[in-house]
């Protein structure tokens, strides 16, 4: 299994930029997705998930509002769209995949992780 994450960059603050990450699961559509960031220096932190079952979301509060995580079952993909960027979200961003069902913000029962692209903001 592969999570292949892509769309990181350099922006200004306040700029908007998409991730995706494409999955190699054969019943993608089951599983639950997130995203997660670690900052320099810092432990990764939950940033969002969506559910398999009903496409649920569920958001860290620092990113509510801005950022939308979203799904496509069709293309194995999920996205991460993310606007008002602040300095404070450069990270690097992993998409990861769960078994479990519904919104999942625990790292330990995600099953599969991308390998991180990294997002940096500057003021």
């Known amino acids: 299994v592969q999570l292949q994450a892509s769309g990181g960059g350099l922006v200004q603050a306040g700029a908007s930029l998409r991730l995706s990450c494409v999955a190699s699961?054969?019943?993608?559509?089951?599983?639950?997705l997130g995203w997660f960031r670690q900052a320099p220096g810092r432990e990764r932190e939950f940033v969002a998930t969506?559910?398999?079952?009903?496409?649920?979301?569920y958001y860290a509060d620092s990113v509510k509002d801005r950022f939308t995580i979203s799904r496509n079952n069709a293309k194995n993909t999920v996205y991460l769209q993310m606007s008002d960027l602040k300095p404070e979200d450069t990270a690097v961003y992993y998409c990861?995949?769960?078994?479990?069902?519904?919104?999942?913000?625990?790292?330990?029962?995600?099953?599969?992780w991308g390998q991180g692209t990294l997002v940096t903001v500057s003021s």
């Open positions: 990861a995949a769960s078994r479990f069902s519904g919104t999942i913000r625990r790292e330990a029962l995600y099953d599969y």
């Open positions: 699961l054969r019943t993608f559509n089951m599983y639950t």
């Open positions: 969506i559910s398999g079952s009903d496409g649920r979301t």
